[in-house]
């Protein structure tokens, strides 16, 4: 692989300097005063406020803007971390009630620095009520006033999400709308979507892979690796109808330096069929179990299919019955595809059959079922009779692993 450096710009740098400052402005007349007094009621009364901050704080009007943005930002900072962790619970089947109180102090610490004009917070209010709302009495509708106060305080992130809120609801003029205000000023998640509207086609946009392939080079040149996989992934499907201007591994290597675990993933399955690389099956594992381990859910079910021998190239990985166990068991329990789930239950089934742990393998069939298996309830028939002939004839049971 070659290292040439391409012109796009990392994920984590796609909030441009100026992106950053704007997210942050605020205007000081709602800023209150250590002891509480709105800035804008002063002026009002016709008040000098910043002798009036002197002579009662001894510090210039100034420096409580400076110390009050200081303080918005990492109020606002720290609030979207707590909740990435609270929507992290609750995506984990975690009751929302559990994390009631949690959300009620994102919610004040927010609410605090958006009554103050904070441009950022607004954003994050509005994400917090339309993600997490329901489970603490606010709506979506809540959320997307404040999400409409941010786009009018020009965030940067405003426009992108008016698109998805619009989306979910399948207004699919307003969506355009916004992520078309979004991709002109050059949000990379706001190309993204509109990228995906004309690859799937919704409302009046109709299907354009070319327009797709087209939006998802903008959206990868601006730094969202999810467009960068799903350019990689149109070019893949059709080398002839599209070019790209670095290599896919180059492009895969690159959404991977940016924590993308679909990027591990594709390029575990170009090293494992030697596809625009050279063949390397070790290469492919190492990228699969690091694509594993970030929770994907269909490199998981691989891993467990490498390690019970059940692939069709030659890894060098040994046969390892517990270690397939162990990632069929974390494929089934992982919420990300039902597919995936389906196939690992099916495979923990198996083994179980050939294991002779009949009643395991009859419940692994039965929770196949729950997700469109076919087979599944012929399966834990089966898997039924073997146990109660089993237990007629007091036959002896290999422990199940852990």
């Not at 970030?294 to 021998?309: S, W």
């Not at 039924?384 to 007629?392: G, I, V």
Request: aromatic fraction near 10%; hydrophobic fraction near 40%.
């Amino acid at each position: 692989m070659t290292h040439t450096p391409t012109p796009r710009i990392p994920r984590w740098l796609r909030e441009k300097e100026a992106q950053h400052d704007q997210n942050r402005v605020f205007n000081p007349d709602f800023l209150l005063l250590p002891n509480g007094q709105p800035v804008r009621e002063l002026r009002l009364a016709g008040t000098d406020v910043n002798a009036y901050c002197l002579e009662r704080f001894n510090t210039s009007l100034d420096d409580l803007i400076e110390a009050a943005r200081q303080r918005f930002e990492l109020a606002t900072d720290s609030a979207a971390y707590l909740l990435a962790g609270v929507m992290a619970g609750i995506k984990l089947g975690e009751p929302g009630a559990l994390q009631e109180s949690l959300l009620q102090d994102v919610e004040h610490n927010l609410l605090a620095c958006a009554l103050q004009d904070y441009s950022d917070a607004k954003m994050q209010l509005g994400l917090l009520y339309c993600s997490a709302g329901k489970y603490f009495g606010h709506t979506e509708e809540e959320g997307l006033t404040w999400m409409l106060k941010a786009f009018e305080s020009k965030h940067s992130d405003a426009a992108a999400e008016l698109g998805i809120y619009y989306l979910r609801k399948e207004r699919w003029d307003k969506a355009e709308q916004y992520l078309r205000k979004g991709d002109k000023r050059k949000c990379a998640m706001s190309a993204f979507k509109l990228a995906q509207m004309h690859h799937q086609g919704a409302g009046r946009i109709e299907q354009n892979i070319q327009k797709a392939f087209k939006l998802y080079g903008q959206a990868s040149m601006r730094g969202y690796p999810d467009a960068t996989v799903e350019m990689v992934e149109l070019y893949l499907n059709d080398p002839q109808a599209f070019s790209l201007h670095a290599t896919p591994e180059e492009l895969l290597r690159e959404a991977i330096a940016d924590g993308l675990p679909r990027a591990m993933f594709w390029l575990a399955d170009l090293f494992e069929q030697g596809q625009h690389v050279q063949q390397d099956l070790d290469e492919a594992v190492a990228l699969y179990q690091q694509a594993a381990d970030h929770g994907f859910a269909v490199a998981q079910l691989i891993m467990g299919n490498i390690y019970e021998d059940s692939r069709p190239a030659t890894f060098s990985v040994p046969k390892d019955i517990d270690q397939a166990i162990h990632w069929y068991k974390r494929a089934a329990n992982n919420p990300e595809n039902d597919e995936v789930r389906k196939r690992a239950f099916l495979a923990l089934g198996d083994i179980g059959m050939r294991t002779h742990q009949y009643e395991h393998a009859r419940d692994c069939f039965l929770n196949a079922t729950r997700f469109g298996s076919v087979s599944g309830h012929r399966l834990a028939a089966e898997a039924a009779q073997l146990h109660d002939a089993q237990q007629f004839n007091k036959g002896g049971q290999i422990t199940w692993p852990n």
